[in-house]
């Protein structure tokens, strides 16, 4: 019998709002990870605080339901207590590029072996639409009605730069593909990072739609330098540039565990 991650908790997410495919893109990846010999209690998760984080009701695996921002280093504490775990985290772009962006850019140099999905809605939406470092230039919002100032961050460069040994792109409307990447981001050895463009359907709308942009990239081993003219391609701004979706860099480096374990020796 299928392994079955649903909970009894009633769903409060607007109706129609892509988290619901994104969680449906990660029960169908646990599903099949469970298929290939996964046991449904190595999985663990941690969230941030936002709308993202309800999936924490959602999704019936163990956990801690972490901090706005800080759900990096709940991650990898949780990896480090308990290293056979395969420990998943979600997080906001407001979570995770504002608040937690000391956590993401330090990440990728210790290379623990866990998993990052971040909803990006370009939106802080649970807290009624501010702008977060993802949002588009000139984004009127309550906190910001003349207009956000400057150009918008772009994560998987940053990533890259930081030396994240996983960085993928996908779009949540498209469950299947983004449940193959969630597979194999929790496959890779080490940190994994997944960007997945999420439509917020209530807040920054100017954002939504972009799936005429989008095209898949083909599964190739890719250099640094051609991995970020890749993540370059789309800059978070309305209306230009192609976005690429699938894996954009991979490598195989060792991890936090593995070096943790030898220095304990
Ligand atoms: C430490 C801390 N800082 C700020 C907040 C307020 N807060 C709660 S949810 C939220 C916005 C979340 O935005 P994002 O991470 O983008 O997630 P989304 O709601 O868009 O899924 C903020 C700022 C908080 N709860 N705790
Ligand atoms: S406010 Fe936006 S992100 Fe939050 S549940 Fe509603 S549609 Fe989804």
């Given at each position: ?215 898949k990239l083909p599964d190739k ?25 699938g ?19």
């Amino acid at each position: 019998m299928a392994v079955k991650f649903d909970t009894k908790y009633g769903i409060t997410w607007c109706p129609g709002c892509p988290n619901f495919t994104i969680l449906d893109s990660i029960k169908l990846a646990l599903t099949n990870l469970t298929k290939k010999g996964y046991k449904k209690e190595s999985f663990a998760m941690t969230t941030g605080i936002g709308c993202h984080g309800k999936i924490f009701d959602y999704l019936d695996i163990s956990g801690i339901y972490g901090l706005h921002g800080r759900a990096l280093p709940t991650a990898t504490g949780m990896k480090l207590a308990n290293p056979k775990l395969n420990v998943i985290v979600f997080e906001g772009d407001g979570d995770a590029y504002s608040e937690g962006l000391g956590h993401f850019v330090s990440i990728g140099k210790i290379n623990p072996n866990i998993t990052l999905f971040v909803h990006d809605n370009q939106s802080f939406s649970l807290t009624t639409g501010q702008a977060t470092p993802t949002s588009q230039e000139g984004y009127k919002s309550k906190a910001e009605p003349l207009g956000k100032l400057g150009p918008p961050l772009n994560p998987l460069a940053l990533a890259l730069a930081s030396n994240v040994t996983f960085v993928a792109r996908t779009n949540a409307r498209d469950l299947k593909h983004t449940s193959k990447i969630m597979e194999k981001a929790i496959k890779h050895k080490g940190f994994s990072f997944v960007e997945i463009i999420q439509d917020c359907i209530v807040f920054n709308l100017e954002t939504n739609l972009k799936d005429k942009r989008m095209y898949k990239l083909p599964d190739k081993k890719r250099t640094k330098e051609q991995a970020m003219k890749i993540a370059m391609q789309y800059d978070y701004n309305l209306g230009k540039g192609k976005i690429p979706l699938g894996i954009i860099y991979e490598e195989k480096r060792e991890t936090l565990e593995e070096s943790y374990s030898k220095i304990q020796k």
